[in-house]
C-alpha cells in the first residue's frame, strides 16, 4: 500500500473511485458536468438510462441502512443495474485475510462495482488492489479519511448555486479532525480552484498542521464566518463533545452552532451546506437548516445525480478499455 | 395535527391512505373493484401493470421483515417500482425532528411514495403532512390506531364471499382495544353498509364505549357469534393476558378461541377470518384456520392485490393531476 | 416425514430440490450440462435468460447474509424473477406450527419458489410436503444433512477440469461428520462414478460407519491424499475443535492442512476445492488457496450457474407439466 493508487486507467478514466488525491481538474469538472445532466426538478421522474445494464454491484455496507447506501442503490438501479447488499464486517475480517476472501467470492459471482463503506483506513483501497482487471471498487466512505462522492456532489452544489469555485471563499465547520466529509471537500475545491478555504473548529478538532494544505485555520467562528460565500457546516458526533454534557453541548452550540443571526454576517447570498443526518439545534438551528440559504435538500439529490455520474463514467471506461 | 388530514386532492381521489376515516363508500368500492381485478387464480402468474414504472418506492419499517412489508413490496414490484427497504426506528427519532430529516433526505432522492409502518400514533399523518406535492404516504400499520389496507382487504375477502356486506352479521373478537385491524375493519365495514357489526372481548380488551359507533358489544363470545355471517379473529398478543401464564392461555382459548364448536352456531356459510399470524391452538384451533370455511389465505392473496389497487389508484390520480 | 419425498414430477423432472440422494445420473448430468452452458469468462457479461419472468423468489435464510443466498439471489435475478428476502428463524418457529403459516402466508403472495437454509433437519422436506402444486422448494443447506446445489456445482468443477469422474481418486477432508457439503458430494459423486472417494478426518469428525457407502476412510491425511486427482477441503468450525485452543488450532492444521508440500504427493494435475468461507492457515494455507492447482473461485462462478440451471429446469418442468 506504499504506492500510489492506480485509480484511473490508461486512457487517464476512472477505474476504481477511492480518493480524490490527484485525481485532474478536468476530470473533476466532467464528473460533475456528467451529475448535472442528470438534474431534474422536483416531481418530474427521475432520471434514468441503460449505462449498467447487465452489471451487477454489490453494497458492502458494515452499517446497515444509511442515506449513503440509499442513494448508491437508487443511482445503480435507475442506470439498470441489479444491485445486491451486503451488510459484511468487513474490518473485522482482515484477520486471516478473509476480507479477500468475500471479495473474490463476490467477484466470481460476476459483481461489476462493489460500492464499500468501512470503518478501517486502507480497506477500500486493499480491496481495489485486488480485485480482477473488469472489475470497479467505490468508495462510500473510508473511516476518518475519504469520502469522495460526497466531495464532489458537494462542489457540485457549491458551482449550482455559485457558478464557479474561483474566487469564492468556503467555510468548513465542526469536528475537522475526524471528518472523511470535510476532506474530501478539501480536495475537491481545491482543485475546482477554491479562492479561500477556512476551516472554523475548536482546538481538540482542528486536523493536523501538515493537513488542508493551503486552508486558514480560526478557532473563532464569528471569526472564520465573515464573508464567506458558502458555510459547510458539519455533523457533530456528540460523543465526542467532551463528556457530552449537556452543558458541554449548548457550549458547542454556542461556540459553534450555526444561527440566523451569525449567518448574516456571511456573504448576504450565502449558501448553507451539510452533509445529514443533521444535530438540529446543536450544530445547526431548525431556522437556518429550513431557511432560504439552506441547500441541504439540494446536496442530498445532487448525491443520487453525482453517484449516477460515477456510476455511468466508470461503465463508459469499461466500455472503451475492452477490445 | 389538529385540522382533518386531506388525503384527498381536488378531484376525491387518493394522495395519501393514512386512515379510512371519512373516505366515500363509493371511493372505497371503487379501490375494491381494482383489487378484484389484480385477483388471478393459484398458479396462475401474477399480475402485472406498469402503473408505477419509473416510481420509487421507499419501505419504512421499524420492524426489519414483516409479511405487511413483503406484501407491499410485490404489489409495488409487479407495477413496475423501483423499492427500496429501510429499516428505520422513526417513533425514536421523533426526538430533534431527525424523523422529517430522514424523509426529506428520500424525497430529495425522488422517492414517490413512502409505505410506512410505525408504533408511535401520529407519526405517518406527520409524516404526509411534511412530504412536498407529488410524494405519497401509505400507512403500512399504525399503532393500535388503523391499518387502513388490511382493513380494505378484510372487506374485499367479505364481499368475495358473501356478495355485499348489507344485511350482513360480522363478529370481531379478541384484544379489540388494541387493535388497529379492528378499527380499520370497522371504519370499512360500516361505510359498506354492514348490517350488523359484533365486538366479542373480555372487559379489558373492550375499547372505550365512544369507539366502534353502531357496534354492539359482547362479553360472551357464544352470544356474539350466534349467527354471524362473518367471524374474525384477532391475533391475541400473548403478553397482553394478564400475566400470560399457561394457565391463562387456556381460559383465554375456553373464553374467546374459535373452535369448530362454536363456529356451529354460527350461519352454516359463515367464514372465519384472521389477519396473521395466528396463535393456533389459542385465538383459533388448526381445525378450523384450516377448514373449509376459512379465507384466511385468501385475505392474504387479497393484500397483495388490494396494495397494488391502492398504489395504481394514486399513480392515476398523480398523473391526472400533473399539468 | 417417513414416506419418500417426491420431488420429481411425472415427467421425471424437478418439482423440488432438497437431496441428491436417489437422482438419476441421467438428471444430474442434465442439469450439469445446462449450468455449463451458462459459463462465461471473467470479465464478460453473466449470462442472463427470461426462464424466471414473472416469477417470485422468496429467499428465507436464518443467517442473514450468506454467500449462499446471494448465490441464489443473482441466479433468480438474471433469470428475469423478482426476489424477496425475508430473514426468518424457522426452525424457532416450528412450534405451534407458525413456519408452515409463514410459507402459506408467502405462498397466497403468488410467491412461486422457496429457497430455504435452515439450521434443523427435516424443516425444508416439511415445507415442500405443505405446499401448493405450483410451488418449488430448493435447500439452500439444511442443517449437516444437505446441500444439493454444492454437491452438483462441485460435480460440475470436477468435470470441467477432469472431464469425467469416472476413474477418478477425491479425497474429502475434514469434519465430515458435521457437514453437509460432504454428504451432498458423496450423493453427486457417487451418481456420476467416482473412482475411488476417500474420507479423511480424525476420528471424532468420521461419520457413523453406515454412512456414506462405498468410502474408505483414512484418520491419515498422508494416506489419504497419495494419488488424488481431487482434494476438497472442507472448513473447519474451529467451536468444534476440542476446546480450540491455540494449540489445538496448530495441531489440527499439521495434521488436516492442505500444504504446498502435502498436495505434492497427490497426483500432479490434482485439483483442490473449497466450499467457502476458508480458514486460512488452518484447514488450507494460503500458498494452496491461491496456487496453480486451486479452482476455489471456480467453484463460486459455478455456484451462480448450478442455480440458474435448477431455477431454469425447474420452470422448464412446471411448463411442461401446466395443461
Not at 26 to 51: F, M, N, S, V, W
Not at 110 to 119: I, K, T
Not at 173 to 198: C, K, N, P, Q, Y
Amino acid at each position: 500500500m506504499t504506492q500510489p493508487l492506480p485509480q484511473l486507467d490508461a486512457g487517464g478514466r476512472l477505474r476504481h473511485l477511492i480518493t480524490l488525491d490527484g485525481l485532474d481538474p478536468g476530470l473533476i469538472r466532467e464528473l460533475l458536468d456528467r451529475a448535472q445532466a442528470y438534474q431534474r426538478p422536483p416531481g418530474q421522474p427521475p432520471p434514468r438510462g441503460d449505462d449498467l445494464r447487465g452489471w451487477t454491484v454489490a453494497n458492502l455496507f458494515a452499517e446497515p441502512s444509511t442515506r449513503t447506501r440509499a442513494s448508491f442503490e437508487l443511482a445503480a438501479v435507475r442506470l439498470g443495474a441489479d444491485v445486491i447488499n451486503l451488510d459484511v464486517m468487513l474490518s473485522s475480517r482482515v484477520k486471516g485475510e478473509s476480507i479477500i476472501d468475500t471479495i473474490y467470492t463476490l467477484e466470481a459471482m460476476q459483481v461489476d462495482v462493489f460500492v464499500v463503506r468501512d470503518a478501517e483506513p486502507g480497506i477500500i483501497e486493499f480491496i481495489a488492489r485486488h480485485v480482477g482487471g473488469h472489475v470497479s471498487v467505490i468508495s462510500g466512505g473510508e473511516a476518518h479519511v475519504s469520502h469522495p462522492t460526497q466531495g464532489l456532489l458537494d462542489a457540485l452544489t457549491i458551482r449550482q448555486h455559485k457558478g464557479d469555485l474561483r474566487g469564492l471563499t468556503v467555510t468548513i465547520v465542526g469536528d475537522i479532525r475526524h471528518s472523511r466529509v470535510a476532506r474530501s471537500a478539501h480536495r475537491a475545491f481545491t482543485a475546482l480552484g477554491v479562492g479561500e478555504l477556512r476551516l472554523v473548529a475548536p482546538p481538540e478538532m482542528m486536523p493536523e498542521p501538515q493537513e488542508f494544505e493551503g486552508a486558514r485555520r480560526h478557532v473563532s467562528f464569528d471569526e472564520g464566518i465573515r464573508g464567506a460565500d458558502v458555510v459547510m457546516m458539519l455533523r457533530i458526533q456528540k460523543e465526542r463533545i467532551t463528556v457530552a454534557k449537556p452543558t458541554d453541548i449548548e457550549r458547542y452550540h454556542e461556540n459553534y452552532g450555526l444561527t440566523a443571526a451569525r449567518l448574516a454576517t456571511a456573504k448576504p447570498q450565502a449558501i448553507v451546506m451539510h452533509p445529514g443526518p443533521m444535530n438540529r439545534g446543536v450544530e445547526i438551528t431548525s431556522e437556518v437548516a429550513d431557511g432560504p440559504q439552506s441547500v441541504i435538500r439540494r446536496q442530498v439529490a445532487n448525491g443520487v445525480a453525482m453517484r449516477m455520474a460515477v456510476l455511468a463514467h466508470i461503465a463508459d471506461a469499461r466500455r472503451r478499455r475492452a477490445p
